[in-house]
């Protein structure tokens, strides 16, 4: 069974997220929307196959990323998320919540070895491509 297949999206704490995105919109040239930018790529195996990593500033008082105290949280692309959910219960990973389900994938939250909360995802790229307005490509 595959695991993490990527990096999904990196997210991080900040005091003022739109004027982050618009810094980086401005001086590095990101093509930002309410949630930040994709980053489109293509697949080694499947040239002709799009996917996606996403860059999101979040407010620094967000809860979003508890029960961890740090300032990121990294999204790792997965495949079978259910699957790989059962495996890591059974080799007693923390697993933080029931695997949610949205119209472009699959999401669960689990810690780390040192706590830092991290997410997984099970993309339909397809589906998100049609959610997302700020692509950076």
Not at 12 to 21: A, E, I, L
Not at 63 to 88: C, D, H, Q, W
Not at 112 to 131: R, T
Request: charged share 30%; glycine share 8%.
């Amino acid at each position: 069974m595959k695991r993490v297949t990527g990096i999904g999206g990196i997210f991080f704490k900040c005091k003022d997220p739109n004027q982050m995105k618009e810094w980086y919109k401005t001086h590095l040239g990101f093509d930002t929307d309410q949630w930040g930018t994709s980053f489109e790529w293509r697949s080694s195996d499947e040239p002709d196959k799009k996917g996606y990593t996403q860059w999101s500033p979040f407010a620094d008082t967000t809860e979003y990323f508890l029960p961890s105290t740090k300032e990121f949280m990294l999204n790792y692309r997965v495949e079978n998320l259910s699957a790989l959910v059962e495996a890591l219960k059974q080799e007693g990973v923390t697993v933080l919540d029931d695997i949610q389900e949205f119209e472009y994938g699959k999401f669960v939250h689990i810690l780390d070895a040192e706590g830092n909360k991290v997410e997984l995802w099970e993309p339909i790229d397809e589906d998100f491509e049609k959610v997302v307005e700020g692509n950076t490509k």
